[in-house]
């Protein structure tokens, strides 16, 4: 069965009892018809660290109208790698998921998993962008707006978190909200360009621009052996390799 995701195409059968996947290979998403979405770029912010966090245990609400919330200049830079050891956290939490070690047309993740299944935070850190609103028109070329419903988060660790595709973002989840590793995010989804398949797209990245930098945000290295490690409660540390990715593309996806 064909199936489209934000940033691509896959092919998978989900075996839901044995905790299985014949996982999705994505390619670029988008058919004929429909007009393009409005050009409404997600602004990327440099978010306080002296934010207050997020309130604990608060009900998923609705979206609302605007599609991303924003915070100070912060006063301080992320805590590095070399400040102390990082907790790292699978990111989705639920009993059933898959995820496929590859990805088609640039390097990420789709995790398979029912809708309504929790997001988390994969580590320590600080709300970077949020879209409360499913912008996506289908048909539309690739864009900012592909994702739906999404949260990326800063870590401590310097490194970009993003994922997308969600069918609620938690309340309290803002840009500059500090967030701990395994806090809820939100729900699994499949707003955006996710073809009715529920999953969540997950990519990792530094944070390059801040501004219209989405090509970057979807994601630049494979996250497959560090979600590996995660799942099995390692905490494989994605930090050298986003460094290289950058040192050698100078942020251009």
Known sequence: MDG???????????????????????AACGSSGDAPAATVTPQFVEPSQTALPAPGGATPE???AGTVTSSPTPTKAPRTAAAGPVKYVFPVKASNVAFHPTHAK????????????????????????????????????????????????????GVRYYGSHLS????????????????????????????????????????????????VRRGVIWPATFLTSWRAKGNKSPVATVAKWKKAHDCKA
Do not use: M
């Not at 059968?13 to 994505?26: C, D, M, P, Y």
């Not at 996506?136 to 690739?142: I, S």
């Open 4 to 26: 489209f995701c934000q940033d691509g195409r896959v092919l998978s059968l989900r075996t839901l009892s044995v905790l299985t996947v014949a996982a999705f290979s994505l």
């Open 62 to 64: 609705k979206a609302p």
């Open 106 to 157: 640039y390097p990420a993740t789709d995790i398979f998993a029912d809708c309504g299944e929790s997001v988390v935070a994969t580590t320590d850190g600080v709300v970077l962008e949020v879209s409360r609103q499913d912008r996506y028109v289908k048909g539309a070329p690739d864009g900012p707006l592909n994702g739906g419903l999404s949260v990326s988060i800063l870590g401590d660790d």
């Open 168 to 215: 609620r973002i938690q309340s309290g989840i803002k840009a500059g909200v500090r967030v701990k590793a395994g806090q809820l995010l939100g729900r699994v989804g499949h707003t955006g360009n996710a073809n009715g398949v529920c999953h969540l797209h997950y990519g990792i990245s530094p944070p390059c621009a801040r501004t219209g930098d989405w090509k």
